[in-house]
């Protein structure tokens, strides 16, 4: 009897050993397996990760080239930059700017690009960007009737002549062409300001205005319901009608503009191309858009100038946006956000 139980736990224990064999090695492969997987995975996950940080390292690049109103920074961080070394440019740059920062209560500023069109873009901007609806006169009137009443009811020709910015283009098809541009802006003005949620039209803004081939239309939209407000008021000071805008005869006594014809020859069509507007032709696009302009004017720091409105008679119920130039060419953007 002791020899069959010490045979049977023989038996057993060999047996069991022998199925720990067997399961140890398939332990093993597993673990073995497990481990090449997770060290396979950790691989391939680090290696994602990296390539999605290229991309979006490499997409927010170009976007920021493409976008032509960039990212709010630092206002004075940007001094800092921009106006280095001890030259008395850059001493009474940086103080301009340290004005701005401590009594105006401005803390950041965003860049606009530099071209003909920067302060047509600036001002459109923050129209859009702050979700300011049509002026009154743009709800009673249809806008993309303008060129065609230009043309055919007031029998202003010389319309063909209008050149589009950078596209010194003149011919038949401006009417054509001008039609679309006034399309392009009441369809995406009406589509912006419609728009309640801050970041939602904040980024249909950076998307319009990444575009070049759509923001420029915009443009040549407003440098024609300007070159139509100057028609308006032309006409109805030679018959007497009423009283205009004091800005328009300020316009009209230049040699340069003493009729539309020649303000449009000599100056709205060189914007965008060769130059960008004046003084004048500042107030001209607060009074038509119906905004305050209020700009800083940092090249006159310490004078009377250094604060400007355009224009300077405005209606108290008009939005107010703020630019900054330092050169009364090239402008930027203001923000008072804390």
């Known amino acids: ?31 073995s397996f497990l481990t090449a997987v997770f060290w396979y995975c950790r691989r391939l996950y680090s290696f994602l990760a990296q390539l999605l940080k290229r991309w979006s390292n490499c997409l927010q690049r170009k976007l920021l080239r493409n976008l032509n109103v960039l990212p709010e920074v630092d206002l004075l961080g940007y001094s ?87 596209e010194r283009y003149t011919g038949p098809n401006a009417f054509g062409k001008l039609r679309k541009c006034m399309e392009a802006l009441k369809t995406n003005w009406a589509e912006i300001s419609a728009t309640r949620d801050h970041e939602e039209r904040g980024n249909l803004c950076n998307t319009l205005f ?52 020649s303000f449009m020859m000599n100056h709205l069509n060189s914007i965008g191309d060769s130059i960008c507007l004046d003084q004048v032709e500042l107030c001209l696009l607060g009074y038509l858009l119906q905004v305050k302009i209020r700009v800083y004017r940092l090249h006159r720091f310490n004078t009377e100038e250094f604060q400007v409105n355009y224009p300077d008679e405005y209606r108290r119920e008009w939005n107010e946006i703020s630019l900054l130039t330092e050169d009364d060419r090239y402008y930027h953007i203001l923000l008072f956000r804390t």
């Not at 028609?231 to 018959?239: C, F, P, R, W």
Request: with cysteine.
């Open 210 to 261: 990444s575009d070049e081939s759509k923001e420029y239309k915009l443009y040549e939209a407003i440098k024609f319901i300007m070159l139509y407000e100057v028609v308006e008021a032309y006409e109805q000071i030679k018959s007497r009608e009423g009283p205009v805008h004091n800005l328009f005869s300020l316009l009209f006594a230049r040699d340069s503009s003493s009729d539309p014809l």
């Open 1 to 31: 009897g002791r020899h069959e139980v010490w045979s049977w736990k023989t038996a057993s224990k060999e047996s069991l050993c022998l199925m720990w064999q067997k399961v140890k090695v398939q332990l093993m492969l597993s673990m």
């Open 80 to 166: 800092a930059r921009e106006w280095k070394g001890e030259t008395k440019q850059a001493k009474q740059m940086r103080e301009a700017y340290e004005e701005l920062f401590r009594n105006c209560h401005i803390k950041y500023l965003r860049q606009v690009k530099r071209d003909n069109y920067s302060v047509v873009r600036a001002v459109l901007f923050q129209i859009f960007s702050q979700g300011i609806p049509f002026p009154s006169w743009m709800k009673e009137r249809d806008i993309l009737k303008l060129p065609e009443k230009l043309l055919y009811s007031q029998g202003c020709n010389w319309i063909q002549q209008y050149s589009f910015g950078p």
